[in-house]
């Protein structure tokens, strides 16, 4: 009989998701603070450079992305950070997470190893396993506010890695690698010849210093992955691009060509009006999620609980008891009226948090967190042992 690959079968299912699902079918009005997903509007003259692509008409384009795209996502790549980016080093992909796998696709066989963060974006351990790979995870811990330490790093590497992942600012913690970590991790790569895949999402969404691009450093060594999701609030517009170095730019490309031949030549005019465009928006959002991370620590912070600070991207982690369980917790949040992520969604490092996503208004924020500080009181922070509740 025929069937699906074992890879499919352990295929962890998202965390995030079974609270997504819960809360789209639940009657009840819930202020959503479990999904990442700016509650801004694509800025209109990106819609309309959609638009007049889409009336111009249709055809096929480069695998890569069209050379416009490339050069402008190059150019941007420069202005931001002022390092040489050549159009031809850069990639456009289906969103982030579609050059996010390419990459391991590129790199990745049966046997080897791919080097994650944990907690993580679940996406890359998706990814690892359907490539055939083995998933290795160094920690984040809060007490260093889940800031990466290279020491963690050098540990778990092994003759294995051949894929080492970072993500600064991180999705879910909001921690921003400083540039003496990320210096140190380049070198560590540079020494053991692994390739580092940066995810650097969320570049534009960092609140304190400025964020360093691994690609700078290492750029035989790194591929750097950007995407307009966040930055220009275009999540469901799909794409991503990437700065890859030169001996990996034929490879990734096939694979891109196999998966999806090439991108909608909308989305493409709409990300070209993005990265040439009035950036304005850019810094008017930034100083929101700013804002809203302000807020959201203050309202924690009167209440007693102690966050670990997220310097970017627009997440923060909610300690909860140690006797706790996220997953439940989030469940009886859900019936409390509001939903978060359980750090268990992430990997194993964070079975005692939950997970915020900011990225909605400082009323929703208010609320939600007003609903969290409550139970939080009530319960001692999810602490399972009632003789504790008793005691409270
Ligand atoms: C850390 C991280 N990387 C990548 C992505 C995917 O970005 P894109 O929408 O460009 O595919 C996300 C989306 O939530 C993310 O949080």
């Known amino acids: ?82 390092f040489d980016a050549p159009a031809s080093r850069v990639l456009i992909s289906h969103g982030a997470v579609h050059a996010i796998d390419a990459v391991i696709r590129a790199m990745v066989s049966p046997g080897d190893a791919v080097l994650i963060p944990d907690p993580a974006w679940p996406n890359y351990e998706m990814q690892a396993i359907l490539a055939g790979g083995r998933v290795d995870r160094y ?67 960092v609140f304190e210093g400025e964020p360093v691009s691994m690609a700078s450093l290492i750029p035989e060594h790194a591929v750097s992955v950007f995407s307009v999701s966040k930055t220009y609030a275009m999540t469901g517009w799909r794409v991503g691009y990437s700065l890859v170095p030169e001996w990996l730019v034929d490879p990734v490309t096939r694979v891109l060509e196999s998966s999806v031949a090439c991108l909608s030549t909308v989305t493409q005019a709409a990300a070209l009006a993005a990265l040439t465009g009035d ?32 310097g970017g991207a627009f997440y923060a982690m909610v300690p909860l008891h140690e006797t706790s369980d996220a997953r439940a917790s989030a469940l009886d949040l859900v019936e409390r009226g509001v939903s978060t992520a359980p750090g268990t969604a992430f990997g194993f490092q964070a079975p005692h948090a939950l997970r915020l996503s900011l990225a909605t208004s400082t009323d929703a924020i208010r609320q939600g967190v007003g609903i969290l500080t409550d139970w939080y009181r009530e319960t001692s922070g999810g602490a399972r042992d009632l003789a504790i509740h008793a005691a409270h």
């Open 1 to 82: 009989m025929s069937h699906p690959t074992p890879a499919t079968g352990v295929l962890p299912h998202s965390g995030i998701r079974e609270i997504v699902d819960l809360v789209l079918v639940d009657s009840r009005p819930i202020v959503r603070l479990e999904i990442g997903e700016p509650d801004f509007a694509t800025p209109a003259h990106i819609v309309e450079a959609a638009v007049e692509s889409a009336r111009r008409g249709s055809s096929y384009v480069q695998a890569a992305g069209t050379p416009l795209l490339r050069s402008a996502a190059a150019a941007s790549i420069e202005r931001r950070y002022g």
């Open 139 to 205: 920690p984040l811990r809060a007490e260093r506010d889940y800031i990466v330490d290279p020491g963690d790093i050098r540990r778990a590497i092994t003759p294995e890695t051949r894929v080492l992942v970072l993500n600064s600012p991180s999705n879910p913690t909001g921690s921003v690698a400083p540039p003496a970590v990320m210096a140190e991790i380049a070198e560590i790569a540079r020494e053991r010849d692994v390739l580092v895949l940066s995810d650097e999402v969320y570049d534009e969404i």
């Open 279 to 310: 950036q304005t928006p850019v810094a008017t959002m930034r100083n929101a999620y700013r804002e809203r991370r302000d807020l959201a620590l203050q309202l924690l912070t009167e209440a007693g609980i102690a966050v670990p600070r997220p």
